[in-house]
C-alpha cells in the first residue's frame, strides 16, 4: 500500500526515528501508526537484547533544580558513541526526561524508569524504542536527587563539559546571595571529584583502608613500628584535606583557602549540606 508522507511524518514526531525507518515500519504495519509504534519497539526490544553486554560509557548528563531552587536532579542517559551523544533528538530526550524526573522526584532509578514519557510509553519503554531507532545501547543509567524544605536552604545546579557531568548542591541558606557560591562550590565538586561534604561523611571501610594503606607505605619506607599509626594518622588527614569537598583547596582561590574558608567569607554559617554528582564513563 501506499505510505504517506503525512503519516511517515506523525510516526517520526512520536517516536524520533528517521524517515526510512518510519516508512518501513508503516509500510510492515499496513499504515497503521499504533502497530509502527509497536514495530519500532519491539525492534528496539531485540537491539536492546543482542547489544546487552555493549559498554555505554558516552551520553549525556543533565543537572536542574525546580523554580524555588528546593529541589534538584542528576540523571545521565547513556549510549556508546559520542556521535549519539551529540544529536540534538537524543539531547533534547535526556532534557525531557530530567523534566520528568524533576516534576516527580521518584524514589530511585527503577521508579524513574517506570514513568510516562509521552505517547503512552514509560521513560524505560522510550529508551528501548530508540535503541531501535539509533542501532546501539540506550538506556538511563544513573538518576540522584536533593530534596529540601522551604527554609532550610537551596539546591543549585552545574553542567560541565558540554554535559559530559553534571552536579547538585545543597547549601543551608536561602536566597540570590548565594546562588553563585553554590555554583561555583558545584563547579568545584565536578573538577575535585570528592567522595564526601566532610570526613565524617566518609565510609568507615574507606577509613580502615586508608590508615591500613599508610601503614603499609610507611613500614616499606623502613618506619619503625612504634610510629606507623601516627604516620597512618597523618596520610589519613591528607586524605581528608584532598577528598572531602569541605577541606579541599578551593579551586578558584588561592591555595590556602579551602572551600569551608571560601564559604563562610559569604557568610559565617554557609556550608553545604548535600551534593550529587554523575559523569560519564
Known sequence: MS???KDVKALRDQTGAGMMDCKKALTEANGDLTKAIENLRKKGQKISEKRADREA???VVIAVTSGNRNNGIVVRLSCE?????????????AKKIAD??????????EALNALPYEGGLTIGEKTIEQTGVIGEKIELSKYEKIET?????????YI??????GVIVA????????VEPGKNVAMQVAAMKPIAIDKDGVDATVVEKEIEIGKEIARKEGKPEEMLERISTGKLNKFFKERTLLNQAYVKGSNKESVSDYLKSIHPDLTVTAFKHIALG
Open 171 to 178: 547549601l543551608n541558606q536561602e536566597g540570590p546571595d548565594y
Open 3 to 5: 505510505i504517506s508522507a
Open 160 to 165: 560541565h563539559m558540554g554535559n559530559r557531568a
Open 57 to 59: 560509557n558516552e551520553g
Open 149 to 157: 524544605a522551604t527554609g532550610t536552604g537551596q539546591v543549585l545546579p
Open 81 to 93: 558513541t559520542d556521535f549519539v551523544s551529540k544529536n540534538d533528538d537524543f539531547v533534547a530526550i
Open 100 to 109: 520528568i524526573a524533576l516534576t516527580n522526584l521518584p524514589a530511585d532509578l
